[in-house]
């Protein structure tokens, strides 16, 4: 199932795509919970609030698309006139992956990791699809003579449920589905903060440098997440191409790993890293990022004004 987020009209609000049609998915789940259970439940314009309180998982939605057909209902929540695609969630915590493809590793000339490499992204960088990656003034101001600003094509997991001290064995049981995220990062500022043995977080959270979408793939329609391509063009040419089977640290070893350290909670994302093909962008070029039976996340990039 494809979980979305859509403006119709001023805001963001939480839907499902079947059939080529986007359903208000509020609007549905409020009637039934109030038909088959006879529960009034509020409203939220948020995939993330759902899942925090219990009122959205992978059962009920697929109980609630059953339910619309068998109903009849289904045309009751479409919704009618145009649509625009928005970030599908904004998560509370983006846990990324550093060198988690060997082909990465070695193209920046550094080590294959022993253990995973995690640091995190502001989610006051995410976009969704079709918005702009802003090349910042500050940027060029900074360093005019090294400025670059990269792609970097990433399988994004979605979590279900709060997550803490979590085995392998049972870590899919903590996974909602599957996105995508392009981790877009200032590699001069990066490599500054390499230099000075400082974090490297703010190369990677500037503002707009979060792309994720186009929407939720929920994990019944992904069998396997190690087995999907994976690739990313700049104006219709190929930068990045492999496969999330060459992936380093798999999900259930992420998830373990991860929550050994901190809890993760319901809309939290763990991006799990990117191929080798890293490369420059610049003003006017336009990105595409494409994973197997996800889709594709287009965005431009823009000059600041």
Known sequence: MKIISYKSESEAKPGIMLNGKVINLTLALKSYYLIKFKKDIPIYNSIVDYLKTGLVDLNILKNLQKWLVSSNLLKDFIVKGKVKLAVPLIPGKIIALGRNFASHAKEQNAPIPKEPIIFEKANSSVIGPDENVVYKNFLIKMDPKNVRVDHEVELAVVISKKASNVKKKNAFNYVFGYTILNDVTARNVQSMDFEFK???????????????????????????????????????????????????????????YITTYLTLMPGDIISTGTPEGISPVFPNDVMECKIEKIGILKNKVVKEK
């Open 198 to 256: 400082n974090p490297w977080f703010r190369s990677k959270s500037i503002d707009t440098f979060c792309p994720i979408g186009p929407w939720i793939i929920t994990k019944d329609e992904i069998k396997n997440p190690h087995n999907l391509d994976i690739e990313l063009r700049v104006n219709g040419k190929i930068r990045q191409k492999n496969n999330t089977k060459n992936m380093i640290f798999k999900i259930p070893q992420l998830i373990e």
